[in-house]
């Protein structure tokens, strides 16, 4: 959609041309005015009449053009067949001999809570019993329900907290559910809709931080828009009767209650709370009452449960206990929880792995006869079973395959089965059922083959970005692809908060873009996580610009290779990637055809104050600090909104969000879109109502995001000479 400035006759008949294609004619070429930013502050109104009026004409542009492609449709029926296939993968959680499963389907669209005894999970088609039907309740309730989760009170599960959104939005309303009788609990606990967070007690006691109200004036939710105040909730009382129990900071992220089960199956509870998105806080609560007992670990430190009476910890930064060793960023260390208990001091901390330079510890699981550690090794993922006897540590690999995925996608203190998955860029998703004792493996499911594999080939290669450091990427092509320079490739990357990009199985890729021709490539960028706390800090608050730097250096290594040239080279990145997409955008405009700016944030001078965009200052800075100046004029150099120039041309972006999204707040993308459509440069964008930070709230939405997007990059890449 091309925006025409006006040229005479000749370019009031382009103009109309292009408009019956779906663009807008935008008259006369003038001397466009200074920039003001806070000219677009109405587009931050989420729900406001001038926004969503806004909204309405771009999504109905956009859908004109993208829609009335002839590829569209197939694109959107092979989406939504694979989204809801009842082929998928039902993973779940086990409890007291039931595995427990959410599953959606094109009969299901907003789904259905249900389980299955672990005797027949393993069969091809499982007696699947019913406990709640999100649809049914959806429609009795006349409410726009979206399932969210469900906690359930230990050791019998039987009774649950059910939490529930109205249109995907991460703020919840909690319901008591009876899994016996398969009802609400009439009466029984029902806290209104907020970004709530809570804990079993008993039976009878929750521990709920939430959105209390003003105290005395005071509010009760961080900057952030988190609770901080946790409070002990009995049965029946209201929420103002509720007693505190601990209580965080307004300047804090958030602040909730946790338990911890230790060796002999005791419960012990407390409170986490995260000063920043990176730093903690532990306590916990004494059985005698009294003050809480701070855990004494470094604020960045985080706890992952007990096992063999040792409180299992990994590290983000350099420590070195009073009187003890020192211990490194990323190690996996322990220390005897009993003893903490009886003393209240740190006892003896040992560590129990040190990852090497290329490893780094994903993440940890604890089953009742191992602990289980995910180990990425150079970017592939391994599984480690960790036992403790003689009070020493013995581990030993997980029969998994190799250069992929494995993970653990289910474990409990008190189960000896866990779930185990694996996969690749070529290898589905397949499900496995692991002995923590025995060592007994067994493969229970798998997903189908969405495409066929056999004529494609996964490679790894570096390149070497701007500081010499070298930066992995993954390349999933044809065999017989031929480096010319002519291959639509499409580049994903995220690179923010220690998130990890590690091979994956995408059936929507493999159909929608391998087999119409296209080069997949993922970047492993600085910011993520994939080789250990060093590599995401290398890239925080006035250092990003090496994160987007890397991601330039695999752009432009891929064109040196050729295996791609600037002309069918696309890019795609969502929340802290669609921020990323919005830079390489104003950054390097020559480098990228086409862009896919998924949930974005991009007006990085009130990142800050809108959804929950101050819990992220630790990654990004604050642009209000008059302290550090300097992180507002990096922010205001970076920010994708605030550098769109008028005299340079910009390949033709696609934008999208939610405006359910009460996380990356729309007015990111809304923003820039105007902003855009000011200048008379060239985009696309669309605004699902409904969904959340996911842009949907169903599969039926997510395959039409889905089919859009493929959409548009076929018309970028594929159609393009």
């Known amino acids: 959609m091309r925006r025409i400035l006006g040229l005479g006759t000749l370019g009031v008949a382009l103009a109309l041309l292009l408009a019956a294609c779906g663009a807008k004619e935008t008259g006369v070429a003038a001397k466009p005015a200074a920039f003001n930013p806070d000219s677009h502050l109405f587009l931050e109104e989420i729900e406001g009449k001038q926004a969503l009026d806004w909204v309405k004409g771009e999504n109905e542009r956009t859908l004109k053009v993208l829609e ?272 903490f208990l009886k003393d209240g001091k740190l006892p003896k901390v040992d560590l129990v792995l040190r990852p090497t330079a290329l490893q780094a510890v994903q993440d940890i699981s604890i089953a009742k006869d191992a602990v289980l550690v995910t180990l990425s090794n150079n970017v592939a993922l391994d599984v480690l079973s960790y036992t403790k006897a003689g009070g020493r540590w013995a581990s030993k690999k997980v029969p998994l395959p190799e250069k992929g995925s494995a993970s653990v996608t289910y474990a409990d203190e008190n189960e000896t089965t866990a779930f185990l998955g694996y996969e690749s860029y070529l290898e589905p998703d397949a499900l496995y059922q692991y002995d923590t004792a025995s060592g007994a493996m067994l493969k229970i499911k798998s997903l189908p083959a969405w495409f066929d594999a056999e004529p494609y080939v996964t490679e790894q290669f570096e390149s070497t970005s701007t500081d010499g450091t070298k930066i992995p990427y993954f390349v999933v092509r044809k065999k017989t692809t031929k480096l010319d320079g002519n291959n639509p490739t499409l580049l994903y990357a995220y690179g923010g908060f220690q998130v990890s990009q590690t091979p994956s199985y995408s059936g929507t890729v493999g159909k929608l873009w391998l087999e119409q021709g296209g080069v997949y490539v993922v970047a492993n960028i600085r910011g993520g996580g994939e080789f250990g706390p060093a590599w995401h800090e290398a890239g925080l608050k006035t250092h990003r610009q090496i994160v987007f730097d890397d991601f330039i250096s695999v752009a432009e290594d891929l064109i040196a290779r050729k295996i791609t040239s600037p002309s069918k080279l696309g890019a795609m990145g969502g929340s802290n990637g669609g921020l990323l997409m919005g830079v390489m955008f104003v950054q390097r405009p020559d480098l990228f055809k086409a862009i896919v700016c998924q949930v974005p944030l991009l007006d990085m001078l009130r990142f800050n104050k809108l959804g929950a965009g101050a819990s992220w200052m630790d990654e990004y800075g604050n642009p209000d600090d008059p302290a550090h100046p300097e992180e507002r004029a990096f922010l205001e150099k970076i920010s994708p909104y605030h550098n769109v120039k008028p005299d340079v041309d910009y390949p033709e972006i696609y934008i999208e969000t939610s405006t359910k999204d009460d996380r990356v707040h729309p007015a990111h993308a809304r923003k820039m879109a105007k902003r855009l459509e000011e200048l008379g440069k060239p985009f696309f964008y669309y605004e699902n109502t409904e969904g959340g930070h996911s842009a949907a709230a169903n599969q039926q939405e997510t395959a039409h995001r889905i089919a859009l997007e493929f959409t548009y990059l076929a018309r970028k890449l594929m159609d393009s000479k």
């Open 68 to 339: 009335s492609e002839p590829r569209y449709q197939g694109y959107y029926d092979e989406a939504l067949k694979i989204a809801t296939s009842k082929e998928r993968i039902p993973y779940g959680s086990l409890r007291n001999g039931y595995v427990y499963n959410y599953w959606q389907d094109g009969e299901h669209v907003r789904g259905l809570w249900r389980r299955v005894r672990l005797t027949d999970y393993a069969k091809s088609d499982p007696p699947w019993e019913t406990i709640l039907d999100v649809d049914a309740l959806a429609k009795s309730e006349n409410a726009n329900w979206v399932y969210k989760g469900v906690s359930c009170l230990p050791p019998a599960y039987e009774r649950c907290i059910v939490e529930l959104s109205d249109g995907g939005k991460d703020a919840v309303r909690l319901r008591e559910f009876d899994v016996v009788t398969k009802s609400f609990v009439a009466g029984g606990f029902d806290i209104p809709e907020a970004k709530s967070d809570m804990t079993w007690k008993d039976i009878d006691t929750l521990l709920v931080s939430t959105d209390w109200g003003d105290e005395a004036g005071k509010p009760t939710l961080t900057t952030s828009g988190y609770p901080f105040v946790i409070k002990e909730l009995k049965r029946g009382q209201s929420l103002k009767d509720a007693t505190e129990v601990a209580r965080g900071k307004e300047s804090d992220v958030a602040a909730s209650a946790y338990s911890i089960e230790d060796a002999e199956g005791r419960r012990w509870f407390g409170a986490v709370e995260a000063l920043t998105f990176f730093t903690t806080a532990y306590s916990i609560f004494p059985d005698h009452g009294g003050p809480a007992i701070t855990v004494p670990l470094p604020p960045k430190a985080t706890i992952h449960g007990v096992f063999a009476d040792t409180l299992l910890v990994t590290l983000e930064q350099d420590w070195t206990p009073d009187g003890q060793d020192a211990f490194k960023t990323g190690d996996l260390i322990g220390f005897s929880w009993s003893q």
